[in-house]
């Protein structure tokens, strides 16, 4: 049985990576963004030709912050690559703005291609040493775990036996539970992206959603400060989506 830890990483487009190494990367990242936003957004009064090196700050600041257009920022996007449960991408999909492309139970054959994974929600559980109470806590995430792995070995065998049976994996797939781990692209605009935050890194958001999606935040806000950095992560849902988006 192959367990992973999950996770969720911007995608850098063609180019960056060649024209940027270390700290200068994720500068020159939502540099090239925020600059890509202001040329456009200039196109609504035509005063393209007075971009300077640095007129996005004030561009960004008074046409999407100060006076409320969002839309512009639609027209900058970017890709998320993912890899997290079949539980977390059924909720990841629901925003239905983005563009996907996720890895396929019916055409991946994880006898033959690939061994499956799996996410096992236990192991985010962090052990940690403290009262009685916290130690019974910690004693009944180890007796649930143990139940968890057995229950996931039988299942992957039983995969492999409908496989063996001559049934394509399109079939033998629904033996499969929501902990078998999934990769998924996902390409949206900023705006999108701010929404999914605010939506998915509140107070109630599913634990393992926000396992990947606060990191994910961050990696946005240290690139885009100026878009993200109003997020504030275990906000209670109805404050969070308060928030101009």
């Known amino acids: 049985m192959k367990i992973i830890k999950p996770y969720a990483k911007l995608l850098p ?12 990367f994720t500068t020159n990242m939502g ?20 971009v300077t090196e640095d007129s996005w700050k004030r561009i960004i600041q008074s046409v999407v912050l100060d006076h409320g257009d ?16 079949r539980g977390i991408t059924h909720e990841w999909v629901r925003h239905r703005l983005f563009s996907y492309t996720q ?10 291609k690939i061994p499956p994974s799996f996410v096992n929600p236990f192991d985010m559980m962090v052990d940690y040493p403290g009262d009685t109470e916290e130690e019974k806590f910690q004693l009944k995430v180890r007796e649930a775990s143990i139940k968890w792995h057995k229950a996931i070995e039988n299942l ?17 797939r629904s033996v499969f539970p929501n902990a078998l ?8 605009n900023l705006r ?19 396992e990947v999606s606060i990191p994910l935040l961050k990696e946005f806000q240290a690139k885009i400060p ?7 992560p275990d906000t209670k849902q109805s404050i969070a989506m308060s928030k101009v988006r």
């Open 156 to 172: 992957e065998d039983t995969y492999k036996e409908i496989l063996a049976l001559k049934f394509p994996p399109q079939i033998a």
């Open 226 to 232: 100026m878009l993200f950095n109003d997020i504030i």
């Open 70 to 85: 969002w839309s512009v920022v639609e027209h900058a996007s970017v890709s998320v690559d993912a890899y997290v449960d």
């Open 13 to 24: 487009l063609p180019g960056w990576a060649v024209q940027s190494t270390g700290d200068s």
């Open 192 to 210: 999108n992206w701010r929404h999914f935050f605010i939506m998915r890194t509140s107070k109630e958001t599913h634990p393992q959603m926000k």
């Open 103 to 112: 890895e396929s139970t019916r055409f991946v054959n994880y006898d033959k």
């Open 31 to 50: 540099l090239a963004l925020l600059k890509h936003v202001e040329w456009c957004a200039r196109i609504s009064h035509r005063s393209e030709d007075a």
């Open 181 to 188: 781990a999934s990769r998924i692209i996902t390409t949206g």
